[in-house]
């Protein structure tokens, strides 16, 4: 079974940056694309980016886009989102997420697609 740790979350002010890791144990990487959602106190949960097993492609929700970069170290077993500019809005629970790929450019949007689950980190902006 994929185990998945994120870390990197934690308190910082508007304009700030982040850089959130989502760290597998027992897999290879290269076969699993990685979403990264976030859940918000109350709302549902929603993706903020996601990337393909291969890395060559990825997905950034508006909200985010221009602001945050999804990348894979396929060696290193190693998702990281690097958060920049942050905003109060970014405040949430962030989960990253995988699911074994059948193509190496493929990328999932819904959390349906996706079968293991981190535990989350939070991370808070403050204005």
């Known amino acids: 079974q994929v185990q998945l740790v994120e870390s990197g979350g934690g308190s910082v002010q508007a304009g700030g940056s982040l850089r959130l890791s989502c760290a597998y144990s027992e897999t290879t990487a290269s076969l699993y694309a990685v979403g990264w959602f976030r859940q918000p106190p109350h709302k549902a949960r929603d993706l903020v980016s996601a990337?393909?097993?291969?890395?060559?492609?990825?997905y950034y929700a508006d909200s985010v886009k221009g602001r945050f970069t999804i990348s894979k170290d396929n060696v290193k077993n190693i998702v990281y989102l690097q958060m920049d500019s942050l905003k109060p809005g970014d405040t949430s629970v962030y989960y990253c997420?995988?699911?074994?790929?059948?193509?190496?450019?493929?990328?999932?949007?819904?959390?349906?697609?996706?079968?293991?689950w981190g535990q989350g980190t939070q991370v808070t902006v403050s204005s």
């Open positions: 990337i393909s097993s291969g890395g060559s492609s990825t």
């Open positions: 997420a995988a699911v074994r790929a059948a193509s190496s450019g493929d990328i999932f949007s819904t959390p349906s697609e996706y079968d293991f």
